[in-house]
């Protein structure tokens, strides 16, 4: 039920219509003319709850103009996309892709033309990470390194042995997220803010993904700024070949400021769900140590209370 059972919310077009909140960044709009999103789910993902166009109506009230869709281990759908695009032209762009999701690294593999998602390890070695690194740029496409602080922070960080920032700049990877908006950890990563914007590491640069699977989780805090001579994915794509990316960091952080209905549904199997979650170690294709020990204790707790009650009624009734 945690993975595919009801979400949350209800979802609907109009949920994103009231303009007056909308997030609106504050960028020079001479130098940058595309405010992109790297790293977003779909329903594609087990754990993602918007479709293609809820994507792109939400991506415009918290002030982007452009994402990637990076569905785990699931390439986007280009035809798809194409149709959006095309009905969207001039005001939102769609770009294809996907996220590499193992138990060691998660990578955003931007622009990619397929994927043969048999190809995944569980576990990775260092030359298969360096492999997916080489094929994505064979397919045209760029690699950002997603969410340091959520993949690697705590006393059991939620993937084992994960490369560190020089390894994967000595593989080639073209970027690394500087900020998460779904990262529980460290939403703005300063220490790959820091470490992409040196000056003797001029072959990689800064991205934010808002890594939405759904809204009400994220925390707005930065974005993406470029500039490309055409608002159409190879222009966009010739753009981040190049490195030619700044980040708008919001370094104090929004809340999501939508609201959307609850699914009845959801609350009804309310607690499978969570009992779901409390027990889910698989992070859809990677090892997860996320384990809610937390929710695993009350469970045990409200068992053991509603035997003890029902135990005293059935003495008191005898």
């Not at 699914?263 to 698989?282: C, D, E, K, W």
Request: overall charge negative.
């Amino acid at each position: 039920m945690s993975l595919v059972g009801p979400d949350r919310f209800l979802y609907r077009l109009r949920d994103w219509d009231d303009r007056a909140k909308n997030i609106v960044p504050t960028y020079d709009r001479e130098k940058f003319n595309i405010v992109l999103d790297t790293h977003s789910h779909t329903r594609k993902s087990l754990d993602g709850a918007l479709t293609l166009e809820h994507s792109i109506a939400y991506h415009k009230a918290v002030g982007f103009n452009a994402a990637v869709i990076t569905d785990h281990n699931i390439p986007a759908d280009w035809n798809e996309i194409a149709r959006l695009n095309e009905e969207h032209a001039g005001e939102f762009l769609l770009i294809p892709g996907m996220e590499w999701t193992t138990g060691r690294i998660h990578m955003c593999f931007i622009g990619i033309d397929g994927w043969s998602t048999d190809s995944i390890p569980f576990n990775p070695t260092d030359d298969q990470i360096r492999s997916a690194i080489d094929e994505a740029h064979s397919r045209g496409g760029v690699v950002s390194v997603c969410h340091y602080p959520w993949s690697t922070w705590g006393y059991y960080p939620r993937t084992h042995d994960h490369p560190t920032r020089e390894q994967i700049y000595d593989w080639g990877a073209d970027f690394i997220e500087v900020a998460c908006w779904d990262d529980d950890k460290l939403p703005i990563d300063y220490a790959s803010y820091t470490f992409v914007n040196s000056p003797t590491r001029p072959n990689i640069g800064p991205c934010c993904g808002t890594d939405v699977h759904e809204p009400y989780t994220a925390q707005i805090c930065g974005w993406t700024l470029l500039k490309a001579e055409e608002m159409t994915i190879e222009s966009v794509m010739e753009e981040l070949r190049r490195h030619r990316t700044e980040a708008l960091l919001l370094s104090e952080g929004k809340p999501y400021p939508f609201r959307h209905r609850r699914n009845t549904l959801q609350i009804v199997f309310a607690p499978l769900v969570g009992l779901g979650r409390a027990f889910r170690r698989v992070h859809l294709g990677g090892n997860s140590t996320n384990v809610e020990s937390a929710a695993i204790a009350a469970w045990v707790g409200w068992v053991e209370t509603l035997f003890v009650i029902f135990e005293l009624l059935r003495v008191t009734i005898r």
